[in-house]
């Protein structure tokens, strides 16, 4: 029996291997479906209950903010991509991690350029940048969305208490891809 079931999976015939490994890919590519409600042209009414609580598309009490763990686990790796680039002075990572709508209006040389005064500083700001990621941002206003040319933006502005210098940021993202993407990047230092 052992070897028919292994004849028949790795057998000469490419067409059974082939369909095993199409639906595996699709699987993973489409996503798992368990115990979900798979209704496509009713998306908007489907039950989200079995969502996990880091789904950046979780619909939040308020609407559609995500969960306080995805707004902070952005703003974080943001500030975490941010000290790296002005330690380095190589803001690429930084650049590439950021929403097309972003790099279509910025050049990785005009983010590096636009921050020349950081990265100028970068022996006093690295080490503030280092303490606001060993500790949680304080949102203020709350997080939120806003929607321009039919897209809703996540709106993320607040606080590292880094004191008695405080990290202040302003970022914003876009959904691109199944992904948050920075569209907006505002940091002070005060």
Not at 129 to 152: C, V
């Amino acid at each position: 029996m052992k070897d028919v079931f292994h004849q028949f999976i790795f057998g000469r015939g490419n067409l059974i291997s082939g369909l095993i490994a199409l639906t595996i890919i699709s699987s993973v590519a489409l996503g798992c479906t368990c115990a979900k409600n798979f209704d496509l042209g009713n998306l908007s009414k489907s039950d989200n209950s079995n969502r996990r609580s880091d789904d950046p598309f979780k619909t939040g009490s308020d609407g559609d903010v995500p969960a306080a763990s995805v707004c902070q686990g952005l703003v974080k790796d943001t500030t975490r991509l941010f000290e790296e680039a002005i330690d380095s002075g190589d803001f690429s990572d930084l650049y590439d991690s950021a929403s097309t709508d972003f790099q279509s209006s910025y050049k990785v040389e005009d983010v590096a350029n636009a921050f020349k005064t950081f990265t100028d500083n970068r022996s006093s700001v690295v080490p503030i940048l280092k303490k606001a990621l060993d500790i949680d941002p304080e949102f203020s206003p709350a997080p939120s969305i806003r929607t321009e040319k039919n897209l809703k933006i996540l709106v993320l502005n607040g606080k590292f208490d880094t004191s008695p210098t405080n990290v202040q940021f302003e970022y914003e993202f876009v959904s691109r891809g199944g992904n948050w993407k920075m569209l907006k990047l505002v940091i002070k230092i005060k």
